[in-house]
């Protein structure tokens, strides 16, 4: 079969980054992707045990193959060939790819061989299925990702995954390590009768997902088990994945939204980071402190490392409310200051030991909500 060794580089990319770079350590068969070509149609199908991606595009040529081979390896020499056309041939053990003066021969193995069960994805069930903007999609998950835990200290793996809250036509993606939180909203629509679900999915692949879709609509159907939600299949175009939920239920993260926050700061968003950009220079890396004084039309940040010296900067902003000093985890603040795609913040709180909510009214699809530090 001839082909553009690009073509099939840019539909292996997305395998790549969502089977092996959560590479199975249980399996090592599982670092072998299928590569299938028939009826003008090219599949790559790939799974690390819990999560599946199938790419499929249209692919100009009358051969019929199919094989399974290590997926990493035949992405990075297509990747090397780059933008040219390369041969590739296929016998019951070798696969031959050959360009200019370059050839190479890998090993394959058996179908039998290949636990193909895991690439199985059930049609989609209408009645369990749901439709999102891509752009909601790819916006909510992009600003909360990186919000998770990486703790295996938690109670609960439920932390290290994002919340779907799904209610009728609203959803809300969550994701919190405990000490801060992000929500985004988003509408969404049902393909049957609305329903309120809750699912957690795993960090990863949702990230993966996020980089590849773009414009459009996704569909997310649920894999069920009795009445238990056990997987997520989401299809858009000419990919399909399926995606393992994480065991747990999710603590009751509306509880922790504060209603009734008495001090409201309004803040130019760059003006912020700057201060704390310029005084973080003095921050101990053992806890990353700067305490903040808010007081009528200035925010003060203050750091006093006893080992390198002090640091005040301060920034004006309007304010109501008590002034009083908070102490912050500075790159908290900052983690969600840089998830707000506005130019002013709305920084609200109860006082030292109350959460602190950011917002903009520029966002209102988006909360972050983060804890303040003990005082030393």
Not at 113 to 131: D, G, Q, R
Not at 142 to 160: E, N, R, T, Y
Request: charged share 20%; hydrophobic share 40%; proline share 4%.
């Amino acid at each position: 079969m001839l082909v553009n060794a690009k073509i099939v580089e840019t539909a292996l990319r997305p395998i790549v980054k969502f089977v092996f770079s959560q590479s199975s350590k249980i399996l090592e068969v599982l670092n072998h992707i299928r590569f299938s070509v028939g009826n003008g149609l090219m599949e790559i199908a790939a799974s690390n045990g819990e999560n599946t991606l199938i790419v499929s595009s249209p692919l100009k040529t009358d051969e019929n193959m199919s094989f399974f081979i290590l997926g990493d390896r035949f992405y990075k020499i297509l990747k090397a060939i780059g933008d040219k056309d390369v041969q590739i041939s296929y016998d019951t053990q070798l696969v031959t790819i050959s360009a200019d003066d370059t050839i190479f021969h890998l090993q394959t193995i058996q179908p039998s061989e290949y636990p193909t069960k895991l690439l199985e994805i059930p049609n989609p069930n209408t009645e369990t299925s749901f439709v999102v903007r891509a752009e909601d999609f790819v916006k909510g998950v992009s600003k909360i990702s990186s919000f998770v835990s990486d703790s295996a200290s938690l109670p609960s793996m439920v932390f290290s995954g994002l919340l779907f809250d799904v209610d009728g036509d609203n959803l809300n993606l969550v994701a919190s390590d405990t000490i801060r939180m992000g929500i985004y909203s988003a509408k969404c629509s049902w393909l049957g009768e609305p329903q309120s679900v809750k699912f957690v999915l795993p960090a990863s692949p949702l990230e993966v997902l996020a980089e590849i879709f773009d414009t459009g609509e996704i569909q997310a159907s649920m894999i069920k088990e009795g009445d238990d939600i056990v997987a997520i299949v989401f299809r858009k175009d000419n990919m399909v994945s399926k995606i393992t939920v994480i065991n747990g239920t999710y603590p009751n993260y509306k509880g922790v939204i504060p209603s009734d926050l008495k001090n409201k700061a309004i803040i130019d968003k760059n003006a912020l980071k700057n201060i704390i950009n310029k005084i973080s220079i003095l921050v101990s890396k053992e806890n990353n402190r700067i305490d903040f004084e808010f007081t009528k039309d200035k925010l003060t940040a203050l750091v006093d490392n006893k080992l390198i010296g002090q640091g005040v900067s301060t920034v004006s902003m309007e304010y109501n409310g008590e002034d009083f000093v908070m102490g912050l985890n500075y790159l908290y603040l900052l983690d969600g200051i840089n998830s707000i795609d506005a130019s002013v913040i709305h920084w609200e709180n109860n006082g030292s030991e109350s959460v602190s909510m950011l917002s903009s009214p520029e966002e209102k699809d988006y909360l972050y909500l983060f804890m303040p530090m003990r005082r030393s």
